[in-house]
């Protein structure tokens, strides 16, 4: 029996990774959100799960993401005209 192969090249990087899913969380009106709306995101990227959060907290100290202080789990937002979903 013949067997098929899908390629899909190489899996995105971990910035793209990231900024697709504050894409989906954007394009869902979900203006805020923490290292849990991002399940699997790194894993997808070949990367550990630890490099997650340390992608987000370099985003924010470069200033396209903004901290929203709330009780709990560190949460973001995108800062206002970063461009950073275009």
């Known amino acids: 029996m013949p ?3 899908a390629t899909t090249g190489p899996p995105p990087t971990l910035a793209d990774a990231v900024r697709g899913r504050i894409g989906e969380l954007s394009d ?3 203006k ?4 849990a709306d991002f399940p699997g995101v790194a ?9 997650l959060e340390d ?4 985003l924010e100290g470069i200033g396209i993401l903004k901290r ?6 560190r949460t973001w937002t995108v800062s ?7």
């Open 68 to 73: 929203v202080r709330r009780p709990g789990a």
């Open 55 to 58: 992608h987000l907290l370099v």
């Open 32 to 35: 805020t959100f923490t290292v």
């Open 3 to 5: 067997t098929t192969t």
């Open 43 to 51: 894993g997808r990227a070949g990367r550990p799960d630890s490099w």
């Open 28 to 30: 869902r009106n979900k």
């Open 80 to 86: 206002p005209g970063s461009e950073y979903l275009r």
